[in-house]
């Protein structure tokens, strides 16, 4: 299989590499190509979590931790959150923004975690970069809890003009673009053609039935940029 920036396809090793040298400008570029609303979008998709005091929450490829600590705040001081992701560098700016939060390295593909452990499992603008993405979903869904939720929340690509024109414009262009002047243009490349390889929200819904969830559904938000997934672990 041809890897590289430009198919929006990386073996695992160079996924890692990759978020490993641009941690540092992560999170002012997720705040520059969303005009900051990513915050938002996380927000959201905790709520769809339904996740409440005392509960026990996964964010799987936690990044710099801004969706585990968004999940912090609603399951409260007698809950337990992790963060798990396979970037040191990353890790290490979550354990920066949260020292008390637990902060693990971890694979998605292979989570060190017993089944059946965690009231909601989730996973913000990580999934797209699974190499085995079918494999990464039966995982979130092993780890959770019988009657327990997996939320997905990706970036999607809008179908309908104007807003796909400018997503097209923005991503094919203006992204890459930003990312050379953040010093790399590779990564910042790779980024949003990952977001065109990935399923459509449909598709992606029935991968999440088809690993074992049940009540499979999602909201399109952002003028249909961003899709958040739900579905049930049965009880």
């Not at 890897?3 to 997720?30: C, H, K």
């Not at 929340?153 to 050379?180: C, K």
């Not at 009540?215 to 579905?231: E, P």
Request: aromatic share 8%; glycine share 10%.
């Amino acid at each position: 299989m041809t890897t590289g920036p430009s198919t929006g396809t990386l073996e695992e090793p160079q996924v890692r590499a990759m978020f490993d040298r641009i941690a540092g400008v992560y999170d002012r570029m997720n705040s520059v190509m969303t005009a900051g609303m990513h915050h938002r979008w996380r927000s959201r998709a905790a709520d769809l979590a339904a996740a409440g005091a005392g509960d026990t929450v996964l964010d799987v490829a936690t990044g710099t931790g801004d969706l585990a600590l968004e999940m912090s705040r609603r399951v409260g001081p007698t809950g337990i959150v992790i963060g798990s992701d396979f970037s040191e560098q990353m890790l290490a700016l979550a354990r920066r923004k949260a020292p008390d939060l637990m902060w693990e390295w971890g694979n998605a593909l292979e989570l060190g975690y017993e089944s059946d452990r965690f009231d909601a499992v989730t996973v913000g603008f990580g999934a797209r970069n699974f190499s085995d993405l079918d494999q990464g979903l039966r995982e979130l869904a092993r780890v959770a809890k019988p009657g327990g939720r997996v939320v997905v929340l990706e970036i999607t690509t809008p179908t309908r003009p104007p807003l796909s024109t400018f997503y097209r414009a923005w991503f094919d262009r203006v992204v890459p673009l930003i990312g050379r002047v953040a010093g790399d243009a590779d990564a910042y490349t790779y980024l949003p053609n990952s977001v065109k390889r990935f399923p459509g929200p449909h598709e992606l819904a029935q991968r999440l039935d088809a690993v074992g969830l049940e009540d499979v559904r999602y909201v399109l938000t952002a003028g249909g940029i961003i899709a958040i997934h739900v579905g049930c672990k049965p009880a």
